[in-house]
Every structure is written in C-alpha cells, then in structure tokens.
C-alpha cells in the first residue's frame, strides 16, 4: 500500500491550489487517466551526474526516504556494475519496502543473473534502437538488436522476474523499427515498455505522437524517461502521460546525467495540480529534496520549481501585498502542500507591507510614524541586491527607535571624503553644520579610514573629543553582513561628559562616521535640554 494523502487529505490538497482554468477546458478531449506509477531513478541515472557519489549507507538512506515519500518503484543501481553495487540492492531487496526495487541491466544474460543474486525481482533492461547507435555504439544490425532484446527478455522472465524493456535512444529511432521491438518484447512477456527520450530531443507534441503511436500497437503499460537537455524533461513525461503513458522515470530535484533527468517533484505536483492525478505524498517533498541534496552534495538552484529557495519566497512590495492577503494570488498552491515555508524577503523591491509583515512575525512593535525612515533604510542598505534578514532588520529597527530620543539634529555632516589604499596613509576630509549656519571643514589622517574620518570630524567640532570605545560587529558573521557600531565619545562640549552613539550600514567607513555623528548630536541635545 502506497504511503500517500488519503482521499481526505487531498481533498484538503485541492483547497491549496489555484491554478490556470483553461487547462481544464483543454483536456476536455482526453481520456482521464486514473493511476499514474511513480519509478525513482535517483539512485541510478541521478547518481550518475557528475561530481555524485553515493556511499551504501547514503543509497539506503534515499531508498527509505523515497520509499516513504510513496514512489512505486525504486531503482536502486545497476547491479553487474560491481559487488558493492549488488550489495546495496540486495540490502533493499530484503527490506520489506512498499516500493519494488529495481536494478539496470543491459541486454546480457550476465547482467540479469547479477540481479537475481540480489533477489531483487524487478529488472529494467535496455538496448540502443535508432541508427546512429546501432551502427556507433552497438556495431549491430537492427534483426540482432531485436533478437538479443527478446533474448533477454524470455531468460529474465523464465527467472520469474518482473521485466521492464527500454528502447534506447527511442526519440532518435525509427517508428516502424520501435514498433516492431515493443510488440517482439511484447510478446516474449515483458511487462511494461520503457521510451526514453535519451538526449532530450524531442518536444511535447511529437512525444505525444510517439506515444500515441505505441498505445495503440501495445497491450502492456508505456513509460517514459526523459532527460533535460533542451529544458523540456517535464513537459515532455505530462505530454507522454496525456497521450497514454502510465509510468514516469524521475529523479529527486531533477538530478542525473548532463541536465538531468525529469524532476519528481515537478512531475508529481503537476500530475496532482492540472489532472487530479496523485502519485506521492505531497507534504514530504519537501523534506526528501532537502535531504537528497544534502546527501548527493548537488545544490538545487534558488529558482528551481517547487523545492528552490525561492520557490515561495516574495520580495516585491505590490507581491508581498496580495499574498499577506490570499497567498494563492501570487503562488499556483500554498507551499505547505509540498512541506515547504513560505518567505518574505526584505530587500530593494520591499514595500511598507513587506517589513510590517516581517516585523509582525517577529513579534516587534514598531511606530508606524518612522516606517517611512524603516522603509527607506531597507532600501539604502539593499539597493546593491543584498537581501536583508531578520537579525539585520532587528539591528535597523532598534537604531531607528534609539534614535527617537535625538528629534533634534544640531550637527549635521554635510561632506566625507576618505583616501585609502595600501601603502597610502589614509586622509579623511569633512564639511559639518554646528547649529543650522556655522559650517566647519576640516581634514585629518589616521591609522586607516574609520580612524581619519572620526580625527576629522573631531577636529571639526572640537579636538579635545576622545574615543572612549568603539565597538564593530557583523550582524550574521557573514562577508556581506550590515555592520553595527557603537562608539562611546568624551568631552564633545568640554565637560567631561560621555555620550554614546549608534548606528548600522553596509559600508564601515559610513557606519562608523553616523555612529560618531550620533554621538555628537546626542550630547548636544543634552546639553539644550539642560
């Protein structure tokens, strides 16, 4: 019994889904299809990607997880590869899975007796039927193709195993020849047939003329396997599928040779979404993807469909603004369905319902009156495409709310240039307002730029002002983390008094001059409300 959504469940699924009208209106003529069999090739074709390579230990650990995911069938290696390899599949063979495990096998007697050592009972044989590999690769006419393909079929068969036969590189083959193969295998008794589109060539249209073609010469069931070459592995296995197909080979997160291989997770969630068709349980998508890249060392890219980090993810003011409200404007389903979160990034493209949002999840009040000084910090900090998180709008809020106590600006810094190199002592020159009409400039060096601009400005406003403490961190820890600073200053207006001052940015040099600033300005309020 699969391990998927109850009837119930998907009920409750169908609520989270907001898709186009029209591709019901166009499946109007097609003959729906009920059961749709899910065979996992991400052990086998994904592990073959370069740079991946799976340990025993990883292997079973992905079996169990696509195994309770609620695959069909796993294909779990190729097992005349070597003893190791037979070694895994006869471990998962004996593992009592919901899901058939399957081995690779070319079209050799050798090969299917390496399976039925594992115990395993299901093969999945293959040979190459268009010309170029035929006359290439195989250096075999098409009459010897056939017969070895038959061959392999009735010895595997005789061994009481369960046979899938593929017809290698069948989008490149001839449709009279995949015929005459498919109904040869037919009838030595293999149980289902394998098109796959090798090299990923061809396109929709022509795969659900391929398999259309085949449905009606075949009694047995059609699968597909599709690679990503030309980006159209997905569309192509839900074409196939229209056209009569009930088998999908797929990969976790699209991985396997060269482009990869049609993605699980987008084929699942297209087959639930646009044809009522469930194969898997949803809701662990997205803890399967997360460990299947964790385990193969294959990062999935941020834009990837349905488990990319920014599959959910909203930055644009105007987006953020119709998903606080209903999220399915802006996503095809809520992200729960697939076990995924959905996130809101503070960034360039943020509006003011973008960090209240953030702000409301985070559980802090803040004064609706500064959201427009919030909103155009964000903006400052994030214009060079730094997404800010949550710990950096935490340190922006409470800058913004410690500087309520300043309303006054009595020192304003007008102008800040800063020369600084390697073997250059940096030169920091300034042009400051005291009071709204003296206007002071001055120039200073020091031992690097933080330490020329505050010489400057102490010259400015008084060179009796010293640097009690000054304090630098990285928000994240991270390179291109908003910094914090904090200064402690003394004597700003000859009184020995100390004042403190705050403030965050990207650039140090600039954080560190508005955090002296604040102090200053800080100490000048003092000494007018005294």
């Given at each position: 019994?699969?391990?998927?959504?109850?009837?119930?469940?998907?009920?409750?699924?169908?609520?989270?889904?907001a898709?186009?009208?029209?591709n019901?209106?166009?499946?109007?003529g097609?003959?729906?299809?009920?059961d749709?069999?899910i065979?996992?090739?991400?052990?086998?074709?994904?592990?073959?990607?370069?740079?991946?390579?799976?340990?025993?230990e990883?292997?079973?650990?992905?079996?169990?997880?696509l195994?309770?995911?609620?695959?069909?069938?796993?294909?779990?290696?190729?097992?005349?590869?070597?003893?190791?390899?037979?070694?895994?599949?006869?471990?998962?063979?004996?593992?009592?899975?919901?899901?058939?495990?399957?081995s690779?096998?070319?079209?050799?007697?050798?090969?299917?007796?390496?399976?039925?050592?594992?115990?395993?009972?299901?093969?999945?044989?293959?040979?190459?039927t268009?010309?170029?590999?035929?006359?290439?690769k195989?250096?075999?006419t098409?009459?010897?193709?056939?017969?070895?393909?038959?061959?392999?079929?009735e010895?595997?068969?005789?061994?009481g195993?369960?046979?899938?036969f593929?017809?290698?590189?069948?989008?490149?083959?001839?449709?009279s020849?995949?015929?005459?193969?498919?109904?040869?295998?037919?009838?030595?008794?293999?149980?289902?047939?394998?098109?796959?589109?090798?090299?990923?060539?061809?396109t929709?249209?022509?795969?659900?003329?391929?398999?259309?073609?085949?449905?009606?010469?075949l009694?047995?069931?059609?699968?597909?396997?599709?690679h990503?070459?030309m980006?159209l592995?997905?569309?192509?296995?839900i074409?196939?599928?229209?056209?009569?197909?009930?088998?999908c080979?797929?990969c976790?997160?699209?991985?396997?040779?060269?482009s990869?291989?049609?993605?699980?997770?987008?084929?699942?969630?297209?087959l639930?979404?646009?044809?009522?068709?469930?194969?898997?349980?949803?809701?662990?998508?997205?803890q399967?993807?997360?460990?299947?890249?964790?385990?193969?060392?294959?990062?999935?890219?941020?834009?990837?469909?349905?488990?990319?980090?920014?599959?959910?993810?909203?930055?644009?003011?105007?987006?953020?603004?119709?998903?606080?409200?209903?999220?399915?404007?802006?996503?095809p389903?809520?992200?729960e369905m697939?076990?995924?979160?959905?996130?809101?990034?503070?960034?360039?493209?943020?509006?003011?319902?973008?960090i209240?949002?953030?702000?409301?999840?985070?559980?802090?009040?803040?004064?609706a009156?500064?959201?427009?000084?919030l909103?155009?910090t964000?903006?400052k900090?994030?214009v060079?495409?730094?997404?800010?998180d949550?710990a950096?709008?935490?340190?922006?809020?409470?800058?913004?709310?410690?500087?309520r106590?300043?309303?006054t600006?009595?020192?304003?810094?007008d102008?800040?240039?800063?020369?600084?190199?390697k073997?250059?002592?940096?030169?920091?020159?300034v042009?400051?307002?005291?009071?709204?009409?003296?206007?002071r400039?001055?120039?200073?060096?020091?031992?690097?730029?933080?330490?020329?601009?505050?010489?400057?400005?102490?010259?400015?406003?008084n060179?009796?002002?010293?640097?009690?403490?000054?304090?630098?961190?990285?928000?994240?820890?991270?390179?291109?983390?908003?910094?914090?600073?904090?200064?402690?200053?003394?004597?700003?207006?000859?009184?020995?008094?100390?004042?403190?001052?705050k403030?965050?940015?990207?650039?140090?040099?600039e954080?560190?001059?508005?955090?002296?600033?604040?102090?200053?300005?800080?100490?000048?309020?003092?000494?007018?409300?005294?």
């Amino acid at each position: 019994m699969k391990k998927q959504q109850t009837s119930e469940s998907a009920k409750n699924l169908e609520k989270m889904l907001a898709v186009s009208p029209y591709n019901q209106l166009a499946l109007s003529g097609v003959d729906p299809i009920k059961d749709v069999k899910i065979f996992d090739t991400t052990l086998r074709d994904g592990e073959q990607a370069p740079g991946i390579a799976l340990s025993p230990e990883d292997k079973i650990r992905i079996a169990l997880a696509l195994d309770d995911l609620g695959v069909d069938i796993i294909e779990a290696g190729f097992a005349a590869s070597g003893e190791t390899e037979k070694e895994i599949i006869k471990e998962l063979a004996k593992s009592n899975l919901d899901a058939k495990v399957c081995s690779l096998a070319r079209a050799v007697k050798s090969d299917i007796d390496a399976i039925i050592d594992t115990g395993a009972g299901f093969v999945h044989t293959f040979i190459a039927t268009s010309n170029l590999h035929m006359e290439y690769k195989l250096k075999m006419t098409p009459d010897q193709v056939k017969a070895k393909a038959v061959e392999t079929v009735e010895y595997a068969k005789a061994h009481g195993m369960e046979v899938q036969f593929s017809c290698e590189d069948a989008t490149r083959s001839d449709m009279s020849f995949i015929k005459e193969m498919v109904v040869a295998v037919q009838d030595a008794g293999v149980d289902s047939v394998n098109i796959p589109d090798t090299v990923g060539v061809i396109t929709p249209r022509a795969m659900s003329y391929l398999i259309g073609e085949l449905k009606s010469t075949l009694r047995v069931p059609i699968s597909v396997h599709c690679h990503d070459d030309m980006g159209l592995a997905v569309a192509n296995s839900i074409a196939a599928v229209e056209a009569g197909a009930t088998i999908c080979h797929v990969c976790m997160n699209g991985i396997g040779e060269r482009s990869g291989n049609a993605a699980l997770e987008e084929v699942a969630v297209n087959l639930f979404a646009n044809y009522g068709i469930q194969t898997v349980d949803l809701s662990k998508i997205g803890q399967v993807s997360k460990l299947v890249e964790r385990v193969t060392g294959f990062n999935i890219a941020g834009n990837k469909s349905i488990v990319g980090r920014n599959a959910f993810a909203h930055e644009s003011g105007i987006h953020v603004h119709g998903v606080m409200s209903n999220s399915l404007t802006y996503e095809p389903f809520k992200p729960e369905m697939v076990g995924a979160d959905r996130e809101i990034v503070i960034g360039k493209h943020s509006g003011a319902h973008s960090i209240q949002g953030r702000l409301d999840k985070l559980g802090v009040e803040f004064p609706a009156d500064h959201m427009p000084e919030l909103l155009a910090t964000v903006k400052k900090i994030a214009v060079t495409g730094k997404m800010i998180d949550d710990a950096e709008l935490l340190a922006i809020v409470d800058n913004i709310i410690w500087k309520r106590g300043t309303k006054t600006k009595t020192v304003s810094l007008d102008e800040l240039t800063v020369l600084t190199g390697k073997n250059t002592t940096s030169t920091a020159v300034v042009t400051v307002t005291v009071d709204g009409d003296d206007k002071r400039t001055a120039a200073d060096v020091g031992v690097g730029p933080v330490d020329a601009a505050i010489n400057a400005i102490k010259k400015a406003i008084n060179d009796k002002i010293t640097m009690e403490e000054y304090k630098l961190s990285a928000i994240t820890g991270k390179s291109d983390s908003i910094c914090e600073v904090t200064v402690m200053v003394k004597n700003v207006r000859n009184d020995g008094a100390l004042s403190v001052g705050k403030a965050v940015g990207l650039d140090i040099v600039e954080t560190s001059v508005d955090a002296m600033m604040a102090a200053i300005n800080r100490d000048f309020a003092r000494k007018r409300n005294a």
